[in-house]
Each structure stands twice: as C-alpha cells, then as structure tokens.
C-alpha cells in the first residue's frame, strides 16, 4: 500500500531531473541573492500545496519575478517564455528542463495554451501573470481570462500570489539590479473553474485579481 501512495504521489510531481535543477538553482542562486541581497519576506508559503497540479497566478512587474515566484512557493514552476528564446542552443534545453514552454508573442498562441495545460496534467505547478505583461507599479488593472481558461482545461485550482516592490529591481535606465526590499504574499486557492464559459472564467479571473490586489495593499 505505502508502495502504491508513493507511486501515486511521483506521478503528480515534476520530474526528477526538473526538481534537482529546481533545489540547485535555487540554494545555489536565487535564495541566497532573495534573502540577503532583496531582504525578501514571504507570507503564505506553508499553504501551497507541494504536489499536484496547481494554477500560479500573480502579478507582474519586472523581469525577476519568475524565479522569485518559484522560489517562494517551494517547488518548480513552469513559465511561459518567448518562443525566440528556444533557440539558443543549450539555453533551450536549460529552461525546458526547468519546465518553460514557447509562446508567440503579441499572438492567441493555441500551442502555448496546450502546453500549460499538458504540463498541468503531468503534476506540474504553472505560472501565469493574470495581466499577461509587466505593469509600471505591479497592479492587476486588465487581467486576461487565459490563467482560468487553462485552469478550466487541466482541472486545477488557482494559487493567487502577489509580489511588492520588484518594479523597483531594475527602473529604467538601471544597468544593474537595485537592493530593494521585496515583499511575497500567498493567497488562499481558488476554486477550480467548472467550465470554459466566458461568464465563469471572468468571475474566477476578476476573483484572482481582487485577491492579489488585496494583498498588494498591504505593503511591505
């Protein structure tokens, strides 16, 4: 029986190989520079759960925030990431094996919705920005219906996330990283879409998006 549960349980985390890169990468890199170089504080983080398919949604504001969400939540999450970027050798394998997956840009990328959703149902945790692209002060204001639209598909609750102060890192004109202090809070999940009808993925998106706003009020 304890044979069976554990079998179970590999069958819905991220492959093996995808979590060593995840604890190297960040024990090695990101939790040091998060911890010491940002001062982070994260809120939240005993709630998510560690297998299992899961729906990240936050908001966006700066090019750091994928490894920081990560990093937070305690276990890999597979982003999306420009299609161009599968292009460079050895690069490509890199961020396949940490789970990233092509998108076209400024496009309705079908192939990309399929990923997520695929990358869903192999155990995976999935990261989408609810916005869809970075903004100026990190405030949810036009969220897009495409994290609940895959959370719909794959049959996986949404885990809103809200980042404070990574708009900061790096303002224009910067060349180099600034030591701000970053501020990560974990909401509570959110129920699974029961469909793909319009009328439900914009109750559930504006849901998520008053959520991480919420927490985004609170500050550091």
């Not at 692209?133 to 996986?156: C, E, F, M, S, Y």
Request: with cysteine; aromatic share 8%.
């Amino acid at each position: 029986m304890l044979q069976n549960n554990l079998s179970a349980e590999n069958r819905n985390r991220e492959p093996f190989a995808s979590l060593v890169l995840y604890h190297l990468f960040k024990w090695s890199v990101v939790s040091p520079v998060l911890h010491t170089y940002f001062r982070v504080k994260i809120y939240g983080a005993e709630i998510v759960p560690q297998s299992g398919p899961i729906v990240v949604v936050s908001n966006h504001a700066s090019y750091f925030d994928p490894p920081i969400v990560s990093c937070s939540v305690r276990r890999p999450v597979s982003f999306m990431a420009k299609e161009e970027l599968f292009k460079i050798p050895l690069f490509k394998q890199a961020i396949e094996l940490y789970g990233a997956y092509p998108v076209k840009r400024n496009a309705a990328d079908r192939g990309a919705i399929a990923s997520a959703v695929s990358s869903l149902k192999q155990g995976w945790a999935t990261g989408i920005f609810l916005q869809g692209t970075r903004t100026p002060d990190g405030k949810i204001t036009n969220p897009k219906l495409g994290a609940a639209t895959i959370a719909a598909k794959a049959g996986a609750p949404l885990l809103p996330i809200c980042l404070w102060g990574t708009q900061e890192i790096l303002p224009v004109g910067s060349s180099l990283p600034r030591p701000v202090p970053i501020t990560v809070r974990i909401g509570k999940l959110i129920e699974t879409p029961t469909s793909t009808k319009r009328e439900e993925l914009y109750e559930i998106t504006q849901k998520c998006a008053a959520a991480i706003n919420a927490m985004h009020d609170l500050g550091r």
